[in-house]
């Protein structure tokens, strides 16, 4: 029967103990009288015990590779597309009704996207660091996530249309031409 007493943590087994028990109702242990109270419930959401410094280091990590890769494309735009000319022939441009001034300007593009991605990792890592501007970082680090899924995702699917268009032989003959 439940007289009001708070309820325990039997310090054995971790059970949630009546206020009024002398012994847990789990395990049988006697109850510790002077052991806190359990902390309320959250809705059952426990709260997270990663650390900020953990995600600083996480945040940091990303930025530095985002702003890495990112600027060596921008830089290197024009010698990855002359790579690209160089390996795969003007063929490769004309069948995906591209410009090699396009594809330079569109390595440059991703870069740039990926070297924002990083500044906004680092902006979130200083945060974090800092242990200030809560918002600051949540905005800054959803908005470089995002950039860089655009950047991977996209490298990707340049990736997989490379490799359609080298299967090219393996479709159906009798599907309709594009």
């Given at each position: 029967?439940?007289?009001?007493?708070?309820?325990?943590?039997c310090s054995e087994c971790g059970a949630l103990v009546g206020g009024s028990d002398s012994f847990c109702t789990s395990c049988g242990a006697m109850v510790d009288r002077n052991?806190?109270?359990?902390?309320?419930?959250?809705?059952?959401?426990?709260?997270?015990?990663?650390?900020l410094p953990v995600i600083g280091v996480l945040s940091a990590i990303w930025a530095l590779g985002a702003l890495?890769?990112?600027?060596?494309?921008?830089?290197?735009?024009?010698?990855?597309?002359?790579?690209?000319?160089?390996?795969?022939?003007?063929?490769?441009f004309d069948e995906y009704g591209i410009t090699y001034e396009f594809f330079m300007q569109f390595v440059a593009l991703l870069g740039a996207v990926?070297?924002?991605?990083?500044?906004?990792?680092?902006?979130?890592?200083?945060?974090?660091?800092?242990?200030?501007?809560?918002?600051?970082?949540?905005?800054?680090?959803i908005i470089s996530s995002i950039l860089g899924m655009v950047i991977l995702l996209g490298i990707i699917g340049l990736f997989v249309a490379n490799l359609i268009r080298h299967a090219?032989?393996?479709?159906?003959?009798?599907g309709i031409k594009m």
């Open positions: 029967m439940d007289d009001g007493t708070p309820p325990h943590i052991a806190p109270p359990p902390a309320p419930k959250t809705f059952g959401v426990e709260k997270n015990n990663i650390g890495g890769l990112g600027l060596m494309l921008v830089i290197n735009a024009e010698a990855i597309a002359d790579l690209a000319l160089e390996s795969y022939g003007q063929e490769f990926l070297t924002a991605s990083g500044a906004l990792a680092a902006v979130t890592a200083v945060t974090a660091f800092m242990k200030k501007f809560y918002t600051v970082a949540l905005v800054t680090c090219k032989d393996e479709f159906d003959p009798s």
